[in-house]
């Protein structure tokens, strides 16, 4: 039977006060992938008992830099102390042996597992589960009651919604006796309700003497939550910060390397008459449910129209629908004065044809053919244009000519036709998606989570072609689990929760709280 | 009546004695397969441990020998599928497969190469098998109608593998079920990232898991021709290892119910050979290949429909690496 609470290493952690003492040192810390260096020279310190932030864009090496402190990685270089003295976490096993727990971006969590057995993996209490289970279920009780970490220890994991998910992870930790935290992204997949809820665990954690590591690129957090912060920016860390004494503004002048624009100039435009008309749209899955029931809205020319909500309410059903991906079920669509009808013939060729463009959500598997060629990608689902083609065959002349000015117009870096699309940063490929739609000069543009994974840079840029487009009139229907951006880019927000719209607001006077209760189905507007 | 009754007993019989080397086999799947690795090379490590455990018995004269040579052959069997996908992650059906035609293709030369008998391994005399064993108060319960009849020739007068088969039946679902080896076994094929990240080895688990399955197949050999046969004779495993693959499938990866598909796909087979040339009203003489396809067949269409969806373990056939 193992133990670990029982360690002599975790009782030393417990009974320092929290003081000037770092809990965590890296030093020169290395790690390369094959040529990609994925942290050069990285120095960190955190204090014990504090919530220290780390910024920085996708691929900064934020995540490899955690893998490393936790034992998942091994780095080719430097060194690791944990309250002063130099340790070897070569292996997950040890560094959970040392204290230290980590929430991943991507639960780790076994889908078809009840809580119970999801948080006690690993600690199991006994060789036979019977005899563990209620030793351990005693403790996570304990540890539930004592942090607010209200979970269902009998529900199947796959059943409970993301913030319970988030929550049988800290407690996992936890019940492991990680006495030094680390989230990795925790928020991106919460409600602004359930993110104030996870603040509040992390500052009771904090308050008895637990040491956090937050990962994240939601300044916002940074500034609510932390003590310290440091931002990384290719692979080293470029600053360290006090929370009080930095700004926003400069952080994100770090993460870059260069100054940002954080607001968005929206233009000012009248809207115009409706160019899509949803009427009653109701859709079933495979499994019988209605994923989407009597959705109606109208869409005008030059309006953006966000759609709020948690991921998985109904939203990428809609554009499914909407894009012809899916044939419409029940209800009707208007798009420019013509009109289709349940089981009538509707799929994404006949969406291009009346106009409608879209930026899928999921842009590897829908938006491009990664091994593809740029050039090649560039005109994915346009290929049957008489501009690429020369009778029978593609017209690669013709087609290079389009890119390399898309490239160029759109700053995709590196501006090469001929690289594969797999190569690009997220950023870049969803610049080059949003590219190839914009230039089908489309009456309707369905965008979906237009800056999942990509770096502040890029969404600048991206928001910029969208308020582009919109002041050229376009009507851009723009659904995103990120509720600033649809807060600061939409003329009009409705909400979704469980496949109906719960609410409908101006963007100019909504509150983020408001937004927040509606997508949790808790408040009807 | 009795006459029907006494054909009943008998096909009762005969399916105990046909299914035990499918739950043997479907076991050892399950304990691979919930870990995470597709065991497609049951059928070559039952052919290989065959061989080894008549080839050791005739050499030795001992059938314990010959199970324990059986168990290990099988294992080394289980290690080459294990170094091929989990350490060096390659396909795992492909080193399934490969395993199959390398059994098939080494049992024939071995067995040519020492024996000269093109293939077969010289007969056992009867104190180098596994005999039948018969119960205590056999002859005192003969005379209880039916439920004394049962007994005396269904459930009594196998040999000591039969019973094993169903304490392994109820080993499995022992372990997987209800012991920490078993939830990290679970949870190493549903999703090994957690397993990983909970500081346990996925590599090691997986090694572990595949170790059982080849245990469990050698025991599914060593019956074939040491126990049921008196010999080894070339490809005798003749697709029981597709079979057990089948019924796990139709058990939904778990143990009780997968014991239940053995015995219906075994019930089946000792039907079809009690029909062989049997003239049935309306249907006339049902051709044996109908019989022997009907497992798959059976499997297809239950699992088409009528069972519910068998939802494979998350993580199946997909090699662990931690950096991509």
């Not at chain 1, 927000?493 to 997508?519: D, F, H, P, R």
């Not at chain 2, 005379?143 to 009849?149: A, D, H, K, R």
């Not at chain 2, 014991?259 to 029909?275: D, I, Q, S």
Request: net charge neutral.
């Amino acid at each position: 039977m193992k133990n670990i609470e029982n360690k002599g290493g975790n009782e030393a952690i417990a009974s320092l006060p929290p003081s000037n003492k770092s809990a965590i040192e890296l030093k020169n810390i290395t790690k390369k992938f094959g040529y990609v260096v994925a942290n050069s020279d990285v120095n960190l310190k955190v204090r014990t008992g504090t919530i220290h932030g780390i910024v920085g864009e996708n691929g900064a090496g934020k995540s490899t830099l955690m893998n490393i402190l936790f034992g998942l990685y091994k780095p080719d270089n430097g060194m690791i102390f944990l309250n002063g003295q130099a340790v070897d976490v070569n292996s997950p096993e040890k560094s959970i042996a040392l204290g230290i727990g980590m929430v991943h971006q991507h639960f780790m969590l076994v889908p078809t597992f009840t809580v119970l057995e999801n948080a006690m993996l690993g600690n199991e209490g006994s060789m036979l589960l019977k005899s563990g289970e209620k030793f351990v279920l005693e403790r996570l009780k304990g540890l539930s009651n004592n942090y607010g970490l209200n979970v269902n220890f009998e529900a199947i994991i796959s059943d409970t919604p993301v913030g319970m998910q988030q929550r049988v992870e800290i407690l996992k930790a936890l019940n492991r006796g990680a006495k030094i935290l680390i989230l990795d992204e925790p928020t991106g997949v919460l409600t602004p309700q359930e993110t104030i809820g996870l603040f509040d665990i992390l500052r009771s954690l904090r308050e008895q003497g637990v040491t956090i590591i937050l990962i994240t690129h939601k300044l916002k957090e940074i500034m609510s939550i932390t003590d310290t912060v440091s931002v990384m920016r290719g692979g080293k860390v470029v600053a360290d910060f006090s929370t009080a004494e930095t700004s926003p503004e400069e952080l994100a002048e770090n993460m870059v390397g260069r100054k940002v624009l954080l607001s968005i100039k929206k233009p000012t435009l009248k809207v115009g008459k409706p160019v899509l008309e949803v009427k009653n749209v109701s859709h079933e899955s495979k499994d019988g449910v209605f994923v989407l029931k009597n959705i109606s809205f109208d869409l005008k020319e030059g309006e953006i129209l966000g759609i709020a909500g948690v991921a998985g309410n109904g939203q990428s059903e809609l554009l499914d629908i909407l894009s012809g991906i899916e044939t419409l079920q029940r209800g009707q669509i208007t798009i420019n004065d013509k009109t289709i009808l349940p089981h009538q013939d509707w799929n994404s060729k006949k969406a291009r044809e009346f106009g409608i463009a879209h930026v899928p959500e999921d842009r590897h598997k829908r938006g491009l053919v990664l091994p593809f060629f740029n050039y090649e990608n560039s005109i994915l689902g346009y290929h049957g244009n008489e501009d690429y083609s020369n009778g029978l065959l593609m017209d690669k002349r013709k087609i290079l000519n389009f890119v390399d000015d898309l490239v160029e117009n759109f700053d995709v870096r590196p501006r090469s036709s001929s690289i594969s699309s797999g190569k690009l940063s997220g950023g870049n490929q969803q610049k080059l998606v949003l590219a190839r739609e914009i230039e089908s000069s489309p009456n309707i543009l369905l965008v979906g989570q237009p800056t999942r994974g990509v770096d502040i840079g890029a969404i600048e840029r991206i928001y910029e072609d969208l308020m582009k487009l919109k002041s050229r009139g376009t009507a851009i229907l723009l659904v995103s689990v990120e509720l600033d951006e649809i807060m600061s880019l939409s003329d009009r927000i409705i909400v979704m929760n469980q496949g109906t719209i719960v609410g409908e607001t101006s963007s100019s006077n909504a509150t983020e709280l408001e937004i927040g209760k509606m997508m949790s189905g808790l408040e009807q507007v | 009546m009795l006459e029907s009754f006494q054909i009943i007993i008998s096909l009762l019989d005969s399916t105990i004695r046909i299914a035990t080397p499918l739950i043997f086999c479907a076991m050892a799947g399950i304990f691979s397969e919930r870990s995470g690795i597709i065991d497609i090379g049951l059928e070559g490590k039952m052919l290989l441990s065959a061989f080894v455990a008549a080839t050791a018995t005739f050499l030795t004269g001992s059938p314990i020998f010959g199970l324990f040579a059986a168990i290990l052959a099988s294992c080394s069997a289980s290690l080459i599928h294990g170094f091929a996908c989990i350490t060096n992650k390659g396909d795992q059906v492909i080193s399934g497969l490969a395993i199959n035609i390398l059994a098939s293709g080494l049992t024939i030369t071995l067995g040519i190469a020492l024996f000269s008998r093109g293939g077969q391994t010289p007969s056992l005399a009867s104190e180098q098998r596994f005999m039948p064993i018969d119960f205590a108060f056999l002859d005192q319960l003969s005379f209880v109608p039916v439920l004394g009849e049962l007994f005396v020739e269904v459930i009594s007068g196998h040999n000591i593998l039969v019973y094993l088969s169903v304490l392994a039946v109820f080993f499995t679902y022992y372990v997987i079920f209800k012991t920490r080896f078993g939830l990290r076994l679970r949870a190493v094929g549903e999703k090994p990232e957690a397993v990983d990240t909970a500081g346990i080895s996925v590599i090691k688990m997986r090694y572990q898991s595949i170790l059982i399955a080849g245990m469990l197949c050698g025991l599914a050999g060593a019956y074939l021709s040491i126990a049921h046969g008196a010999g080894f004779g070339r490809e005798m495993s003749a697709g029981k290892g597709y079979i057990a693959l089948a019924a796990m499938i139709f058990g939904k990866w778990n143990p009780i119910p997968t014991l239940f598909a053995c015995l219906l796909f075994g019930f089946l087979e000792a039907l079809g050979v009690r029909l062989e040339g049997v003239e049935l009203i309306w249907i006339g003489e049902v051709p044996v290949q109908v019989m022997q396809a009907l497992p798959y067949v059976l499997t297809v269409v239950l699992l088409a429909g009528f069972i519910g969806k068998a939802r494979a373990p998350g993580a199946i056939g997909v090699p662990y690496s931690k950096e991509g």
